[in-house]
């Protein structure tokens, strides 16, 4: 009989439930109080003990109802965000509330219609879960903590469902691709191991270049971007991965930009946050992007490589450090946007600007008024602030975040939900905004071949786009028992685009 695993002592009260919870379920089958015999089906089977899984508990509330407890970080119990688990043994037709407890923050994009996603066996795309059946409130019966509450109508007995904050993008995959690109023979791409998580796991550097460019005595202009420095950020990776496929593709754009830059890329800069589950810390429970002043070669490692090679870069007369950008997620915030820093030479501040200003002109999702520029204590260890400190004035550091969600298109205040395909959208769009900045434009037309453009490739993939098929979704009327009321707390009424809706 299964049996939920791991389950620690109580470790102090910043957990947000009574029980401290030790590591994920692990086909846990839920029996309803006082039966005894072979679990049935329709006694739901919870799992969390997979690549980047997280669910620390499960609770029964009633035949249709469960309280879900996040796993906290490890070793950090105050991060709880990143959920991600599979339920199985379901009957057709099985109507189920869900009540995720113990979030750790208290603004959430769940009130602007952000929904969990949702995938099964036999419908392996990830949707969104209709706005509608998902709630957002602050629960009485939970220290008054705030409670998502989301019904489901399983359809299919056979299928096991799987349900998670966000798109998926587990380390394995990301190993999956990067050796997919290695077996290409590109002679303008380059993977090396920069160094190993404190888990033994590849810190992976790419560098995307012409070969011209490696040759010895070249001088160098270097873009740095990295991502995943916070694990449960998963649009990180896909925008990563959208600019690494631009950058590495036969588009003139990319020609030109591989020509007169040397892109150099470590995507996953905390690969055993990624591995575990964590929303915010590695294995070691540090939020890696407050050590960037003094990163530790045993407890740091990963963001030591990272940062050693900077410095050696800086320190190199033949390379010009031009570009940092870190890329993470926003749970709060729609569009992407940048953080920048602050200077006291007016015009390094407003060179600053160039960056985010062209981006905005080439991605309909990027928006420069929610680009900001600070130079709060409380961000003195990240990435931005600390190489923005180092680097002389012709370098540029940037935090690019991108919404969990949405984004709202300029004149419209409809939110578009993100998909994959729209945030590495935008990792394209990052890309092609060198070569605006840099004013190769001219030099496109010359090494251009006859080829579609890239708005024309991007329709067709739009196009070729199949809607997915629908779930049952349950409807409801509220709030589910013992959560009489929402009172001003429910999601508001932003006009939700819903294509996965069959109701
Ligand atoms: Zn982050």
């Known amino acids: 009989m299964a049996e939920r695993s791991q389950t620690a002592p109580e470790a102090g009260n910043d957990m947000g439930n009574e029980d401290a919870i030790g590591g994920n379920v692990s086909k846990y089958t839920v029996l309803p109080s006082g039966y005894c015999g072979q679990p049935k ?15 620390g508990r499960v609770d029964q509330v009633s035949e249709f109802e469960y309280d879900l407890f996040i796993r906290p970080d490890t070793c950090n119990p105050r991060f709880r965000v990143w959920f991600n688990f599979t339920v199985e043994n379901v009957k057709e037709s099985q109507r189920v509330i869900f009540n995720i407890v113990n979030f750790s923050k208290t603004k959430s994009l769940y009130r602007d219609g952000m929904a969990p996603m949702v995938k099964s066996t036999s419908r392996p795309k990830w949707q969104r879960l209709p706005p509608k059946n998902v709630y957002y409130y602050r629960c009485p019966d939970h220290r008054k903590n705030y409670v998502m509450s989301f019904a489901f109508c399983f359809d299919r007995e056979e299928d ?28 303008y791409f380059f993977r090396e191991q ?60 990319a020609r030109v930009l591989r020509e007169h830059l040397v892109f150099k890329i470590a995507p996953m800069l905390n690969p055993d946050g990624v591995y575990l589950g964590n929303y915010r810390c590695s294995l070691m429970g540090f939020d890696l992007n407050r050590h960037w002043l003094d990163p530790s070669p045993w407890a740091h490692p990963t963001l030591h490589g990272v940062k050693q090679l900077i410095i050696q870069m ?54 420069y008024s929610s680009t900001s520029f600070n130079r709060d204590a409380v ?68 090494v251009a071949i006859p080829m579609p453009r890239l708005r024309n490739e991007e329709t067709e993939v739009e196009r070729r786009k199949e809607k997915p098929p629908p779930y049952k979704y349950t409807l409801t009327r509220g709030p589910a028992r013992n959560h009489p009321n929402g009172k001003g707390d429910k999601k508001s009424s932003v006009n939700h685009k819903d294509p996965s809706n069959s109701f």
Do not use: W
């Not at 370098?395 to 729209?422: D, Q, R």
């Open 41 to 55: 089906k329709g006694h739901l089977i919870f799992d969390a003990c997979f690549e980047s899984g997280n669910l």
């Open 160 to 187: 096991i469902y799987q349900f998670a904050y966000c798109y998926p993008y587990t380390y394995t995959r990301f190993q999956h691709y990067l050796d997919s690109l290695q077996k290409r023979n590109m002679d």
């Open 194 to 253: 920069l160094g190993q998580s404190v888990q033994q796991r590849q810190l992976d550097l790419l560098t995307i270049t012409s070969p011209d460019n490696l040759r010895e005595g070249a001088e160098q202009k270097v873009v740095f971007i990295t991502g995943r420095v916070h694990p449960g950020e998963t649009p990180s990776s896909f925008v990563c991965q959208g600019i690494i496929d631009f950058l590495i593709s036969q588009h003139p754009i």
């Open 314 to 367: 800086y320190n190199d007369p033949k390379t010009s450090l031009e570009f940092y950008i870190d890329i993470h997620a926003h749970s709060t915030m729609m569009n992407g946007f940048m953080y920048g820093n602050i200077f006291e030479d007016e015009e390094r501040f407003q060179r600053q600007a160039i960056f985010p200003k062209l981006l905005c002109q080439n991605a309909e999702d990027f928006s």
């Open 379 to 446: 961000k003195a260890g990240t990435g931005r602030r600390f190489l923005g400190g180092l680097l002389d004035h012709t370098s540029y550091c940037y935090t690019l975040e991108v919404s969990f969600y949405s984004y709202i298109i300029g004149g419209t205040t409809a939110a578009v939900p993100y998909t994959e395909e729209a945030y590495m959208k935008l990792g394209r769009n990052v890309a092609r905004t060198f070569l605006d900045y840099y004013r190769l434009n001219p030099l496109v037309e010359r």
